[in-house]
């Protein structure tokens, strides 16, 4: 994919969005209320980054101060060094400290609406201090220590985050894995992370059914049984009452270790450099990469982003939701670590957008009076499906700012949340960032930045973003290239779980400055910046496809189908999807006698396929479309011509083709190569 780095672009849009006065929204005020304040600020954050950082730094707790706020030594980066702080301490303790520990911190409705009415929780400062206190002795006992790393499978229940922040009082790195995974991503999760302790529960609601966590635990346990990865303690969280198996001596209820611990727990003084997190994401090879985050720069970075992104301020009535799952970095960073320290009380919901109607979401912001909302482009595209009939039916006006994450959102999605969700009023903050960067990097402010549908705008404070070519000179306005960020920021990941390799080879070597040599980070996607500085992201440039605002290495899709006794090759690429906005295509040879002789069984086969990933991966990777075919185009060298096959994918609206002869695509790659020659 090496020369696929000046990417044609071809969107182009005119229309621009000048930000509104604060008193027009009813909000307080704007933390950055003109562009010309934005463009000090951000020059001194990247001339100055020592200065601007230690000075947000210092809103917040430390146990010692720092001695010097940044060491680089590209790929590795140091902030707030020899500083000693505590995640939890700051979410919570330090909320308390100040008088506020009857303020709700966290709000939650469950799925179920028994009645017609919803399950409402809330947790103060005070609970929240208490429940992670009690919480964290449970593991102590049960020999969790500092830096061990504590794997936490649930759904969206209020124990999800006094878990990991549990394990953040106590210096223990969690390890969250995402409800929708099945048993085999926990296997090979544990295993990497080498984490004997696993906090779950019984199941989660999705839809109005369970999802049966607890179980898909166990089938884990069993394989790992008898390894170095056995895994000791299973803590789970009575959810929905679903029956569960039980191994005594291993498994153990949330609410009796919590209820046995003493209340009293104070807050491990960590290092700036320990490890907070790790959170695994798909990479262009098959295994997933163990994210590492560590625990002053991160802290620091998400609380000036929640602030100054979704212009969060205390005492004036905000109420904020993000819809994401805290499976996904965006939970950790939006939902928990840069909610708490602001003071604004963050509402999780545990379940589906349309159950018990497609109007879920919007029922929710009017009854909770939600003030800033942040979900994903492929939920918008969807609320645009179900119909403008639903925001239509209730009073969204306590919203006051709106934000997208996790994939590029096509204009059209952009206008319509612009006017049903936000009534032409609320700024839309589109703002990119990944699970590596740990916070947003490049988005718009609320109240100064004039919005251009499809675009994140502009970089965020201490993040120097450019569009280069595979030589690291910078391309011209327009021009697509690759996404680099050529200085740290306090917020990046720093290192990939055991394999400093892949941390280096992935991130630090594709591109450098050509002046010094120094690597460049390598963010995966490719993107353009038009004449007026703001960036336009186009998509990943590797082998990474983004379903649903979720990233899925082909590769892993691509070994979950070849693991099919009846599957020789497969290759699976990204095509357009309507509501998620990349499918997944997968193109398959098979094994002679597994191919199908008839409509019925071909479709039985894909239906087979389809299930196995789905059980191998999780439902999110199931194939959208699958393809039987003779032989796979490769070039001569024998790579698969994934591009070849993304516009065969692409020209492809019929997904139950019932064609039952194989085709043969080698073909179009001799058509190509002759083409080319
Ligand atoms: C994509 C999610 C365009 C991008 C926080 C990135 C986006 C990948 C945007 C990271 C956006 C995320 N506009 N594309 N606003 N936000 N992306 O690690 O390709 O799940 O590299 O982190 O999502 O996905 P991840």
Redesign the pocket.
């Known amino acids: 994919m090496s020369n696929e780095s000046s990417i044609e672009s071809t969107l182009q849009e005119l229309r621009s969005f000048p930000p509104r006065s604060s008193a027009d929204l009813g909000m307080a005020a704007w933390h950055v209320g003109s562009m010309e304040q934005y463009r000090q600020m951000h020059r001194r954050s990247v001339e100055d980054p020592e200065g601007f950082w230690a000075e947000v730094a210092s809103d917040l707790h430390w146990f010692q101060p720092w001695s010097r706020v940044l060491e680089w030594r590209p790929p590795d980066v140091e902030w707030f060094v020899g500083g000693r702080t505590n995640m939890c301490y700051n979410c919570v303790d330090r909320q308390v400290a100040g008088g506020h520990g009857g303020e709700t911190a966290i709000a939650w409705e469950g799925e179920p609406m028994p009645g017609g009415k919803p399950e409402l929780r809330r947790l103060t400062y005070a609970e929240l201090k208490e429940q992670t206190s009690r919480l964290a002795n449970a593991l102590r006992s049960m020999g969790v220590k500092k830096g061990d790393v504590v794997t936490i499978y649930m759904g969206m229940v209020p124990e999800l985050p006094v878990a990991m922040l549990a394990c953040a009082r106590i210096g223990a790195a969690h390890s969250v894995i995402f409800g929708g995974f099945s048993s085999q991503a926990i296997v090979d999760r544990v295993h990497d992370a080498q984490s004997q302790v696993i906090i779950t529960c019984d199941g989660a609601w999705r839809r109005g059914k369970v999802v049966p966590l607890k179980e898909n635990v166990d089938t884990a346990c069993a394989e790992l049984d008898g390894t170095p990865a056995e895994v000791r303690h299973v803590v789970t969280v009575k959810r929905c009452g679903n029956e569960v198996a039980w191994r005594p001596g291993r498994d153990v209820w949330f609410a009796d270790v919590v209820a046995a611990a003493s209340d009293s727990c104070p807050c491990e003084p960590m290092d700036a450099e320990d490890m907070l997190f790790l959170l695994y ?1 798909s990479g262009s090879t098959g295994k997933p990469k163990g994210i590492i985050h560590t625990t002053g720069g991160y802290m620091v970075y998400t609380y000036l982003t929640s602030k100054l992104v979704f212009n969060l301020i205390p005492d004036t009535g905000q109420l904020y939701w993000c819809t994401a799952d805290i499976g ?3 939970g950790h960073s939006y939902i928990v670590y840069g909610l708490l320290p602001n003071r604004v009380p963050t509402l999780m919901y545990e379940g589906a957008p349309n159950f018990p109607g497609e109007d879920r979401f919007w029922d929710i912001i009017e009854r909770h009076r939600v003030t800033q909302f942040y979900t994903a482009p492929t939920a918008i595209r969807a609320f645009m499906k179900w119909g403008s009939q639903h925001p239509e039916a209730h009073d969204l006006s306590s919203l006051k700012v709106l934000g ?6 096509n204009p059209e999605a952009w206008m319509w949340y612009h006017k049903a969700i936000g009534g032409e009023r609320c700024p839309i903050v ?7 960067t740990g916070g947003q990097l490049i988005t718009p402010l609320p109240g100064c930045t004039p919005t251009k549908p499809g675009s ?1 705008t502009l970089p965020f404070f201490g993040a120097d973003p450019a569009i280069v070519n595979d030589q690291g000179e910078e391309q011209e306005p327009n021009k697509g290239g690759l996404l680099v960020l050529r200085k740290p920021w306090p917020g990046m990941l720093r290192g990939v779980r055991g394999d400093r390799a892949r941390f280096i080879s992935t991130y630090f070597s594709r591109v450098h400055d050509p002046k010094t040599g120094e690597p460049y980070y390598f ?3 490719g993107a353009r910046r038009d004449a007026d500085g703001y960036f336009w ?1 186009m ?2 440039v590797d082998d990474v496809i ?1 379903v649903s ?3 899925l290495g082909t590769m892993e899709v691509e070994s979950a189908l070849v693991s099919h006794a009846g599957v020789v090759e497969a290759a699976v690429v990204g095509m357009p999807h309507d509501i998620k906005g990349t499918g997944i295509a997968a193109f398959v040879t098979l094994e002679p006698s597994f191919k199908p002789y008839d409509k019925a069984s071909t479709d039985k086969l894909k239906d087979d396929l389809a299930r196995h990933v789905s059980r191998l991966i999780g439902a999110i990777a199931r194939p959208d479309m699958i393809r039987f075919t003779d032989a796979l185009p490769k070039t001569r060298s024998g790579k698969i011509m994934r591009r070849l096959l993304r516009s065969v994918a692409a020209g492809d609206s019929n997904i139950s083709q019932d064609t039952t002869t194989l085709e043969d695509l080698s073909v179009l790659a001799k058509l190509q190569t002759d083409e080319e020659g």
């Open positions: 994401t996904w970095i965006t997208t994450v996790g994939e590029p959102i589109d703002t990119w960032w990944q699970t590596e994140c963010t995966g996607d992201i998509g990943r983004n605002g979720h990233r």
